[in-house]
C-alpha cells in the first residue's frame, strides 16, 4: 500500500504531498543540470552505519561528497521546529548534480522527492526496502543503484564517470523525474488506491459503511 507520505508528511515539515511535488518539479525545472554542484549531496539523521559510512567520505572528499548531520532543535504536535545549520530545503536540494538516498533505521521514504530534482540519484540499497513503485526503477536508466557501500574506490569510480559523462548523468536525472512526475501524481496514486480497494472489497463477505462519527486519519494522528 502506498506509503503516508504521499498524502502528507507534516512531522518532517515537508506538508500535502501535492504541493511538494509540484515546488520540487518546479525547483528542478528553474535550475540547468549543468550548473549544479557536482558533488554528491545528503541530508539528514545517522542512524545507521551506511549514513555515517556517507558521511567518512565527505570528510575524506569533500569535493565529491557533501553529507551532513541535521538536527532538530524542538517539536510541537509532533511537528519539527528548527532544524540545524546542516538543514537544507528538498528544493535546494536540486542544486547538486548528485544526491544520494541512503536507507534509514527501515526505510527512507525521501527517494519520491529527490528524483523530483532531476540531478542523477545514487540509490544506497541497504537492506533492500521497497515501496510499491520501486519495480519501476531501472539502473543506469532512471536511478543509479549503488551496492557496493564501504568500498571507496568504487564510489569514486561512479563519481568520475558520472563527471565524465554528464548528458548520462543528466539523462537519467531526466527520466526518475519523469517517473515520479507520472506514476506518482495524486491522480495516478488514487487510481492505484481504487485498485487496492476494490480487489480487498472483493473479500469481504459484508458492506462497510462509515461511523458518523469518524474523521480523517490525518486529522486524528495530528490531534486537531
Known amino acids: 500500500m502506498p506509503c503516508f507520505t504521499l498524502w502528507s508528511w507534516p512531522e518532517a515539515r515537508t506538508g500535502r504531498w501535492k504541493g511538494k511535488l509540484n515546488s520540487i ?8 543540470f549543468e550548473e ?3 558533488k554528491a549531496f ?10 555515517s559510512w556517507f558521511h567518512s567520505l565527505s570528510v575524506k572528499y569533500p569535493n565529491l561528497v ?7 532543535s524542538g517539536r510541537a504536535n509532533a511537528i519539527a521546529l528548527t532544524g540545524s545549520e546542516a538543514y537544507t530545503t ?18 527512507s521514504s525521501r527517494l519520491k522527492y529527490l528524483l523530483l530534482c532531476g540531478s542523477t540519484v545514487i540509490y544506497d540499497r541497504g537492506n533492500h526496502w521497497d515501496e510499491y513503485w520501486y519495480h519501476l526503477l531501472e539502473h ?15 564510489f569514486k569510480k561512479l563519481h568520475e564517470f558520472l563527471s565524465k559523462n554528464e548528458d548520462k548523468a543528466k539523462e537519467i536525472g531526466n527520466q526518475g523525474r519523469q517517473l515520479v512526475s507520472h506514476y506518482l501524481s495524486e491522480n495516478a496514486i488514487s487510481c492505484f488506491w ?18 458518523p462519527d469518524a474523521i480523517p486519519m490525518e486529522d486524528y494522528l495530528l490531534g486537531r
Not at 42 to 51: L, M, P, S, V
Not at 90 to 107: N, T
Open 66 to 72: 557533501d553529507v551532513q548531520q541535521n538536527t532538530w
Open 36 to 38: 549544479r554542484t557536482p
Open 42 to 51: 545528503w541530508r539528514g539523521i545517522f542512524n545507521n552505519g551506511g549514513r
Open 194 to 211: 481504487w485498485k487496492i480497494l476494490d480487489e480487498y472489497g472483493k473479500l469481504i463477505g459484508y458492506k462497510p459503511t462509515l461511523h
Open 90 to 107: 528538498l528544493e535546494d536540494h536540486c542544486k547538486f548534480k548528485y544526491l544520494l538516498h541512503i536507507e534509514g533505521g527501515s526505510y
Open 140 to 154: 543506469n536508466q532512471n536511478v543509479i543503484l549503488f551496492e557496493k557501500r564501504g568500498n571507496e574506490d568504487e
Open 25 to 32: 518539479l518546479n525547483a528542478g525545472l528553474r535550475l540547468k
